[in-house]
């Protein structure tokens, strides 16, 4: 068997941890255990019909989840045990191409070693690496992230086409199997019928870890982690961390927050308040790296929605929300987003796991409530600081308060006869 990785992830910084007696190397992103637990009937089904190991081709699968659930772990769990040396496996994370064409691109050169020149046609570069593939071979393509470079829009997956259906035109003696991977599960929707008949019934989703699965990943790596040491641990400290990661179900998240929690630990023990600290301190580095990609407008629906958390739910609906971001900016002088256009960005960012969203069953088109995953001190300070240190916003907050936005909310809260008309359903009775 030929296994081809065409691009290393960056070592994890360990932040220090090479200080201590722990197994460093059971802490880190690359790590590959032994065994992938809860993901056992993956497993079956991707050696049943992808890397069995018999004569017959295998057959090419989209695999999808959200980060963090297992899909690049199995991945790399079957091919390190394949032994079948008719088997040529090429992977190549998409994530790190930065776009189609140098994707389609690293997948030749891994193949015939150097690169093509083909200009921007992903389509012309797809021809050519089933025109390069051995056919002596069982070759089973890995494009892992490939939500990255796709996106479902435009027929922009069609350039997979020759890869799926090599034998329509390009060449009748050749195996390959795609397997694409991406965390956007709403991207198979998306695609070309053609490229989604292609797979057939091998769409394969990988589900959220719960929070008694995150303990157990959590157990395996810290007796890997401590053994043959004098390291002990608090079984609460390990539950705090896999409460903590289990509204995302991340395992990786899991992982990085024992890491820090190894990183506050003191007197050769992890103890629940360990635990707690790395939970706020990730908590607040994961929030920042997010607040700095989003927009002036998002940064004041944020606010509301977190100066509104604790109020009924009748006041959390986004179209409240959206009313204050339009007191907001008719205070400011500053043009509004539309209203759909302000739920597109609330619902992408729903996506990194930072706010969640539901329905409220009971009201008139069922309307969405969204809410921070996170505590209400941690947003309000690093609200607070976001809206102080942008040009746009901070003119109208004092010293990095933020009077005009609070006192918009407080009246908006002292408003006790709200008009829910159009949205309480009048049979319920509901006020």
């Known amino acids: 068997m030929e296994i081809k990785n065409l691009r290393s992830h960056p070592k994890d910084d360990l932040m220090g941890l090479g200080r201590r007696e722990v197994n460093i190397e059971s802490l880190s992103m690359q790590y590959q255990p032994d065994n992938i637990v809860y993901r056992d009937k993956e497993i079956e089904d991707l050696k049943l019909y992808v890397f069995s190991g018999k ?51 690293e997948i030749y050169r891994s193949i015939k070693g150097d690169y093509l020149s083909l200009g921007t046609n992903p389509n012309a570069y797809s021809i050519e690496i089933v025109k390069a593939l051995p056919n002596d071979k069982h070759n089973i393509i890995i494009i892992d992230e490939i939500d990255k470079i796709i996106n479902g829009k435009n027929n922009d997956d069609l350039c997979l086409y020759p890869l799926l259906r090599p034998h329509e035109g390009i060449r009748n003696d050749v195996n390959i199997a795609l397997v694409l991977i991406a965390n956007d599960i709403t991207l198979k929707d998306r695609f070309n019928s053609s490229i989604q008949s292609s797979f057939g019934r091998l769409w394969l989703k990988f589900y959220n870890y719960n929070e008694e699965e995150l303990y157990h990943i959590l157990l395996d790596r810290i007796k890997l982690a401590i053994k043959n040491t004098n390291y002990s641990w608090e079984e609460s400290a390990l539950k705090k961390l896999a409460k903590s990661a289990s509204p995302i179900g991340d395992a990786r998240y899991a992982i990085d927050l024992l890491k820090l929690a190894f990183i506050n630990s003191k007197n050769n023990k992890l103890t629940e308040d360990d635990a707690i600290s790395a939970c706020e301190r990730l908590e607040k580095t994961e929030i920042i790296k997010e607040f700095e990609k989003i927009s002036d407008d998002c940064v004041i629906l944020l606010f509301f929605i977190n100066g509104l958390r604790g109020s009924r739910n009748e006041l959390k609906v986004f179209p409240n929300i959206y009313s204050l971001y339009e007191i907001i900016c008719a205070k400011m002088f500053r043009r509004t987003i539309s209203y759909q256009h302000a739920l597109n960005i609330l619902e992408t960012l729903e996506k990194t796991g930072i706010i969640s969203s539901s329905e409220i069953p009971y009201m008139r088109g069922k309307p969405l409530k969204f809410d921070f995953r996170t505590s209400i001190e941690i947003v309000d300070e690093l609200l607070l600081h976001e809206i102080s240190r942008r040009e746009d916003l901070k003119k109208w907050a004092k010293e990095g308060d933020t009077e005009v936005f609070i006192e918009t909310l407080n009246a908006f809260k002292k408003q006790t006869k709200l008009d829910m008309s159009d949205y309480i359903d009048k049979k319920t009775g509901v006020t």
């Open 55 to 105: 004569e017959f081709p295998p057959e090419s699968v989209f695999i999808y989840g959200s980060s963090g659930s297992g899909k690049t772990a199995v991945i790399k769990h079957i091919t390190s045990n394949y032994k079948n040396k008719k088997a040529n496996i090429i992977y190549v994370n998409a994530g790190e191409c930065r776009s189609i064409v140098q994707t389609l691109n």
